[in-house]
Structures are given as structure tokens and as C-alpha cells.
């Protein structure tokens, strides 16, 4: 019976492996990717925002309809067939061309806006699919190390009770051990609803059918960080979007100053008219021609309120985008820090604390077997073991939520390609 309890500890040794073999029914995490990128509703919106905003480019440089004008004049008592005059006119505004390629530009700088708008978006998606996916898969490996548990907690509560049955053992041992077999059972249905959980945020991500699923969500052995923070640095000013945007919005405010100094520029209005007169036979053209005045002494305030208005726009887009980048640089060196961390931590889990633990328990079974121990230490022992499996494989959900986050913060979909 010895011997049958020595091969079932045994055989849990494999439960400390952090990454197993994969199962044939695995999901992929560049798969997901791919199908969020095409798929996700948040990700499709920005796409199409970006695609009104560029169209808006054409009619931001074009000249404002013309105005065609037909008048019936001097009818007595509304009787349109005995008017004196008919008068049919064609009418249009022609602004100051410096105008209308301000215009235009500050249309192209909002379709870049939208652009990079729909980039932090598809980086957020991504950030959120990846953090989902890693917890997905320490639940699913969390799910397997209590099942194996689970199943070493049913054999041994036979052996205990076989012992109790013969007097070998205390009651006590057989209510501790079914207490520790509840609780295991317990732990398995409490991450089995917080997969189900996970999997449901990761199919509305991807806008999938309720009645779709997930498989087996699998994790590289290997913790790839081979990129100094510097770099990362450098990556993330030069390329982070959001910080592209807030750039983009300082020159923004600086072509909408330029656009209200040329307020001062008056715009033009010209028309061609063509009147006839019925009752005197009298047929002809006429030409007009008018101008605006924004210097007018009751439009100057207006005028002038608005390149105040544009000068401190400058300076807080100016603010905001030093806000960002300081944020931005903050953000990165968070996360490296915690990635580096925790490829520490879970270096340090695989080669010295599993190991050691794994040591524990055999030198408790090998008290046990000798006669100078009892079950429970040996049940202690595994729980340790089991208990620092599940925090290591914590500490590497923890690492790839980092370089998740460290992938939105520079702007990259795959930081292990980054050099």
C-alpha cells in the first residue's frame, strides 16, 4: 500500500512543469490577433471614422456652391404674370486661396488623427486580447494542477481510510484529508467559472457567436526580453500613436491660427444677372461684384478674439503632448521593470524554489515510508509544492501581461521582433 502511495507522489512530479505539452485542440495567441484585427467591432468603428475623415479632405478644398437666384418683381397684388421685371441671377462666393488650402490641410491633419486614433485603438484591443489570453491561460493550468490533485487526494483518502480500517491511523487523518480532497474540489469549480469567464470576454473581443468556444490557450517556454529599456524608449516617442497624435495636434493649432489670421483676407462674391422688363421690351445683363470688410470696427473684436484663441490653443496642445510623452515614458519603465521582475521571479520558481519543494516532499515520503512520519506531512508537502506551481505560473500570466503592456506602450504588435 506503501509502495502504491510512493507511485502516485511520483507521478504528480510533472505537475510543476509551467508550460506542458500542448493539447491538439489549442488556440493560438497570433491567431487571435489576426482575427481581432479583422474582426473586432471597437477596431472596425476607427477604421471606418478614418475613412469618413479622409473623405472629408476633397470637400474641405473645394468653393461653396453657387447660388442661383430667379425674381419676379413689381407684380401688382401678387399677379405673377403682370411683373414688371423677371430677374435671373447666378451667384458665387470665392474665397481667398491661401483659404481654402488651410482648410484642406487641417482636414488632412484630422484624417491623420483618425489614422492614429485607429492604431491606439487596435493597440488597446490588442493589450486587452493578450492580458485575457494570459489569464486564460493560468486558469486552464490552474484547472489541470487541481485536477491532478484532485485525483492524488481521492487515492490517498483510500489509503487513510484502509490505514483507519486497520488501525493504523487516526480518524483525524481521514477527516483532514477529506477536508483538504472538498477544498480541492472547491478550487476546481471556482477556476473552471472564472475560464468560462475568461473565454466569454475573449469571444466578445472577437466578436464571436455565444455558442463559439475557445481551446487550449498555450504559452512559450521561453521569457523573451532580449530589448533594453532605452531602446524601448526610443520606440515608444518615435512611434507610439497616441503620442503621434498629440504631436500632430500642436501643428494643428498652429494651421488654425494661420486660418485665423487670414480672416483679416476679405472673401469675394461676384454674380451675373440677366433682366428682362415685359411691359417696355427692355432685355439685358447685369454685373456684380462684392467684397467683404473684416475690418469693420464691429468685426476687429472677433477677429482678433480668435487668434488669441488659436496662440494659447498652441500652448496647450504644446502641454499636452509634454503630459503624454512623460506619461508614456513612466508607463514603459513601469512595465519593464515589473517584466523583468517577474522573469526573475519565475527563473528563480524553475530553478531553485520547485526543486527544492520537490525535494521536501520526497525526503516527507521517505519519513513516511520509513515509519518516522505521518500522511500529513506528506500531504503538507504537496500542498507546497501545488501552492508554488500556481504562483509560478502566476508570475508568467504577470510577465506576459507586461510585455503586453510594454507592446502598447511603444506601439509594436510583437516586442520579440523589436531589437
Not at 134 to 149: D, G, H, P, V
Not at 289 to 297: D, E, K, N, R, V
Not at 360 to 372: F, I, N, T, V
Request: hydrophobic share 45%.
Amino acid at each position: 500500500m506503501i509502495a502504491f502511495l510512493f507511485g502516485l507522489l511520483v507521478a504528480l512530479w510533472p505537475i510543476r512543469t509551467l508550460h506542458p505539452a500542448g493539447a491538439a485542440d489549442t488556440t493560438r495567441i497570433w491567431d487571435l490577433v489576426e482575427e481581432s484585427l479583422d474582426r473586432n467591432p471597437e477596431i472596425e468603428a476607427a477604421r471606418r471614422q478614418m475613412a469618413v475623415m479622409g473623405a472629408k479632405v476633397a470637400q474641405e478644398a473645394s468653393l461653396p456652391p453657387p447660388e442661383l437666384i430667379f425674381m419676379r418683381e413689381g407684380m401688382p397684388s401678387f399677379r405673377y404674370s403682370e411683373a414688371m421685371f423677371s430677374r435671373v441671377e447666378i451667384m458665387q462666393m470665392l474665397q481667398f486661396p491661401a483659404k481654402l488650402s488651410t482648410r484642406r490641410e487641417i482636414a488632412e491633419i484630422n484624417a491623420d488623427h483618425a489614422h492614429h486614433d485607429h492604431m491606439e485603438k487596435e493597440f488597446d484591443v490588442l493589450f486587452r486580447l493578450k492580458s485575457a489570453y494570459a489569464e486564460l491561460w493560468y486558469l486552464q493550468q490552474s484547472i489541470a494542477l487541481a485536477r491532478r490533485n484532485g485525483e492524488f487526494l481521492q487515492q490517498a483518502l483510500a489509503v487513510v481510510r484502509s490505514r483507519y480500517g486497520t488501525g493504523s491511523a487516526g480518524e483525524e487523518d481521514v477527516l483532514k484529508a477529506s477536508v483538504e480532497s472538498a477544498r480541492n474540489d472547491n478550487l476546481v469549480v471556482s477556476l473552471r467559472q472564472r475560464e468560462l469567464s475568461m473565454k466569454s470576454m475573449i469571444m466578445a473581443i472577437l466578436d464571436r457567436a455565444d455558442s463559439d468556444t475557445l481551446g487550449t490557450a498555450i504559452m512559450p517556454d521561453s521569457l523573451g526580453l532580449n530589448v533594453s529599456l532605452d531602446t524601448l524608449m526610443v520606440r515608444g516617442m518615435d512611434y507610439r500613436p497616441m503620442l503621434q497624435h498629440d504631436s500632430l495636434a500642436v501643428m494643428e493649432q498652429k494651421v488654425l491660427l494661420s486660418q485665423a489670421r487670414q480672416e483679416y483676407i476679405p472673401d469675394l462674391r461676384i454674380g451675373l444677372q440677366y433682366m428682362s422688363a415685359p411691359l417696355t421690351g427692355f432685355n439685358g445683363w447685369t454685373v456684380t461684384a462684392g467684397i467683404t470688410l473684416p475690418f469693420a470696427p464691429w468685426a476687429l473684436g472677433a477677429r482678433s478674439a480668435k487668434v488669441d484663441e488659436s496662440e494659447a490653443g498652441i500652448g496647450r496642445a504644446a502641454a499636452a503632448l509634454a503630459a503624454s510623452r512623460a506619461m508614456v515614458r513612466a508607463e514603459i519603465r513601469d512595465r519593464y521593470s515589473r517584466a523583468v521582475a517577474d522573469k526573475h521571479q519565475v527563473e528563480t520558481y524553475r530553478t531553485a524554489m520547485l526543486p527544492r519543494a520537490e525535494a521536501a516532499r520526497q525526503s516527507a515520503l521517505a519519513s513516511y515510508r520509513a515509519g518516522r512520519g505521518d500522511l500529513l506531512m506528506v500531504l503538507d508537502s504537496c500542498r507546497m509544492l501545488s501552492d508554488l506551481t500556481m504562483e509560478a505560473l502566476m508570475l508568467r500570466m504577470d510577465f506576459a501581461r507586461s510585455i503586453a503592456g510594454l507592446e502598447q506602450e511603444i506601439g509594436v504588435r510583437d516586442l520579440t521582433y523589436l531589437r
